[in-house]
């Protein structure tokens, strides 16, 4: 069976790894927006496939049988893409997701719905901003010259930023004695970040709660009316079904 996994995540990663180890046929495809990206096993293609268009005619070109969109829970545009390529095409879609976020005992979070939000309830809650919600949204808070923001980014941001920032590059995945002791060295007194879910950047909304420090939430966007699982595991087993039907 072969299968294209929309990757570009630690659970893409793991998947294609999985499903080499199972005989099937892997192309992971990654979007090529990190300069040095974390190369899954198998066969690879970065960049872009031309919209929903030039995606079916991948699909049809190359005989997949099934596509998983394994892409980051905000990588809206491409998920749009998938579900309207593989319908053309005629080819099973399935989506991992890795489960959001839930809020205990100590935690101080504010869900908002986007990037606007966050940045209109900021000056409420705090001076000093641990900024992790990915490059795409930065141009939001660049108006917010009242702030201090520290950014994190595996590549360098690109403007607009905000007028009174630091930028950190690094890669997760981060402990939390190590958020913890960045929250304290930057005197950070809210962290706004998006709801990525998974335990590879976990450990600074562990370090917000240990310190006090609120934090801004931005929700995911809706997910597609497709099957979905949120685990490898569960992924896994659905291809496995899958082949063992026969699928197209």
């Not at 917010?144 to 930028?167: H, I, K, M, T, Y």
Request: charged letters at 25%; a positive charge.
């Amino acid at each position: 069976m072969k299968v294209l996994v929309l990757g570009g995540t630690g659970q893409a990663r793991r998947l294609a790894d999985a499903l080499n180890e199972r005989k099937f046929v892997v192309t992971s495809s990654l979007a090529g927006r990190v300069a040095v990206p974390s190369l899954p096993p198998g066969d690879v293609r970065i960049g872009g496939f031309g919209g929903v268009d030039g995606l079916a005619a991948w699909l049809r070109r190359h005989g997949t049988d099934v596509v998983v969109d394994a892409t980051h829970p905000f990588a809206v545009r491409m998920t749009v893409h998938a579900v309207a390529a593989t319908a053309v095409a005629g080819v099973p879609l399935l989506v991992l997701r890795r489960r959001g976020w839930t809020a205990g005992p100590g935690d101080r979070w504010h869900r908002v719905p986007d990037a606007a939000s966050a940045a209109a309830l900021l000056p409420t809650l705090g001076e000093r901003v641990f900024l992790s919600t990915g490059r795409g949204d930065l141009a939001a808070f660049a108006a917010l010259d009242g702030l201090w923001f520290l950014l994190r980014s595996v590549d360098p941001p690109q403007p607009p930023l905000p007028a009174r920032c630091e930028v950190v590059r690094a890669r997760g995945p981060f402990t939390a004695d190590a958020e913890r002791e960045l929250l304290r060295e930057h005197r950070i007194d809210v962290l706004v970040t998006r709801d990525s879910g998974g335990e590879m950047t976990a450990a600074k909304l562990v370090a917000a709660r240990e310190l006090g420090v609120p934090v801004v939430l931005l929700d995911r966007p809706p997910a597609p009316d497709v099957p979905a699982v949120g685990t490898v595991e569960e992924a896994v087993r659905w291809l496995e079904e899958a082949r063992e039907r026969g699928a197209p």
